[in-house]
């Protein structure tokens, strides 16, 4: 079950997840308080020098402790499906 | 009189090649940014325009020395300029889509994520704690994949 969270807006976030057909839950974080929490922020990193967040993915267990997470040092990578369903599966 | 031999005119293979792998390295670098991209591919990619650029100047230096044999001195200058444009271009595309903060204070394996509660995009409040107990009157899900992400625009 996957949450998305990013500096975007409810309604930009709304946008983007009928325009994909996501069912998931988007989140806002529009001044990057939870993201400069979790010591992801990529000051002015965005358009117009906005600051947002670094992409980074965290895969939680019910107790809210983290099993796997992913870090990319290249922003147009994505975390690979395979390392992804492996770390599901482990959760099992 | 001297007798000149007819000198067979032969394809500056070279230049082709060169132009050919710069246009890998453009389609490359688009294609990245179209979410098909590994990490061995984003190397995989600047290197095509280097290959691309020394190609391009290879086939150009013949083109000058050899002008009986091989023609493209005026294609070969265009190359090769094109070829260094496409590489610089790659480096810099290269550096900037790394250029990510360390985020070394980062929640690491084995520690538990901060509580938070954040607007879904209904502008609805959400707890992380909710997220973790799942939809009420259900089972709570086996995990949640938090995915921080750099929006949308």
Not at chain 1, 59 to 67: A, E, M, Q, W
Not at chain 2, 83 to 95: E, K, P, Q, T, Y
Request: a positive charge; proline letters at 7%.
């Amino acid at each position: 079950m996957p949450v998305a969270i990013s500096v975007d807006p409810p309604d930009v976030s709304e946008k983007l997840r009928q325009k994909r057909g996501y069912t998931f839950t988007f989140l806002s974080d529009p001044k990057a308080e939870v993201i400069r929490r979790y010591d992801l922020l990529h000051p002015r990193g965005g358009p117009e020098e906005h600051d947002i967040s670094r992409p980074a993915e965290f895969l939680v267990d019910p107790s809210g402790t983290v099993r796997w997470e992913n870090f990319t040092e290249d922003i147009r990578v994505r975390a690979r499906a395979e390392q992804l369903l492996a770390a599901v599966k482990a959760l099992q | 009189m001297r007798m000149t031999e007819a000198v067979q005119k032969r394809t500056n293979w070279a230049l082709w090649l060169g132009l050919l792998f710069t246009l890998l390295g453009v389609l490359g670098n688009w294609l990245t940014f179209r979410r098909l991209s590994s990490d061995l591919f984003t190397w995989f990619i600047v290197a095509c325009a280097a290959l691309g650029l020394i190609l391009s100047l290879f086939g150009a230096v013949r083109a000058f020395r050899f002008p009986e044999v091989y023609g493209g001195k005026v294609w070969g200058s265009l190359g090769t300029v094109l070829s260094l444009v496409v590489l610089a271009g790659s480096i810099m595309i290269f550096v900037l889509a790394r250029s990510v903060p360390r985020s070394a204070g980062a929640p690491q394996v084995g520690q538990r994520l901060p509580e938070f509660t954040l607007p879904d995009s209904t502008g609805k409040p959400v707890s992380l704690s909710q997220l973790l107990a799942g939809a009420p009157g259900g089972p709570p899900p086996k995990g949640v994949l938090v995915v921080f992400y750099r929006g949308y625009w």
